[in-house]
């Protein structure tokens, strides 16, 4: 029967995912010691955790069980089998992945960075430079064109999932949300992307996922990072659209072929707006760095910038130069009030509690 044949799908899904997660992991999380929470992605909650057998600090990532059923969630199966392929200096590592006493227990030892760029732009006292902008620019697009190359979309692309080392180096995180594409293009789940580093054309309801969206999240990063505040916080999809038409145009058939046949076209009235105003936005910005975030805000995602394409644009080349990695700030007084406040958790027990 059909439901006989539903339950057998799911008790075989079920299988795969335990057989899948054991032929991972070598080692219990007991042999991790956990020293405080230090965030939440899109699929779980990470600690900052001591190994105990190397002294290493790493990164403990938590997956989430609480609505799944049928054994590991496939996100978290799909982040798992990406970021064990992956490996470049712009990508966090994830070192292993362990379990605890029961299946339901799964965690992914990752590499620690001490920051993440979205607490770091909330408290740092001055804001970037243009130099040290182009600095995480320049690394965010290297770690971008190696994933796209290897036919992956990171599709959640946004300062806090955008960590730092006390060295500079920058990675990209948090790949619950990404997915491999190709010819046929699969069909993807459409409410992906953070709503403020959404694309015009997820926002009006396209079937086809591409690059370019992680491309269009380039570009809105580039832009806070320049002027230290979001560029496009919209509070919901309609005036996020608004603030994309406020801040570009108004798309037509030209600019955009297609554009009148998106599926969610019908539930906006778009505003009647000629002007492209990034200029007024970015008034001190030089010519190659309007051309880069124009190119990046493309409205028409077959013509937007690639990741290759904004690596040999001219903005980087020009001064002020991007600055060396290991020259950018290593920001100790907002480490220091991290710090402070895992020594406060960890007071409130009497004894550090194992993971």
Known sequence: SPRQRLESRKHKRCVENYLTVSSLYCR???EFEKLNRIGEGTYGIVYRARDTKSDEIVALKKVRMDKEKDGIPISSLREITLLLRLRHPNIVELKEVVVGSQLESLFLVMCYCEQDLASL???MQTPFSEAQVKCIVLQLLRGLEYLHHNFIIHRDLKVSNLLMTDKGCVKIADFGLARMYGIPQQPMTPRVVTLWYRAPELLLGTKTQTTALDMWAVGCILAELL??????????EIQQVDLIVQLLGTPNENIWPGFSQLPLIGQYSLRKQPYNNLKNKFTWLS????RLLNLLFMYNPQRRATAKDCLESSYFKEKPLPCEPELMPTFPHHRNKRAAAAASLAESHSKRSKV
């Open 28 to 30: 219990s999380v007991r």
């Open 121 to 123: 732009l909330e408290n």
């Open 227 to 236: 002027a230290h505040k979001p560029l496009l916080p919209g509070t919901s």
């Open 287 to 290: 010519d190659a760095g309007h």
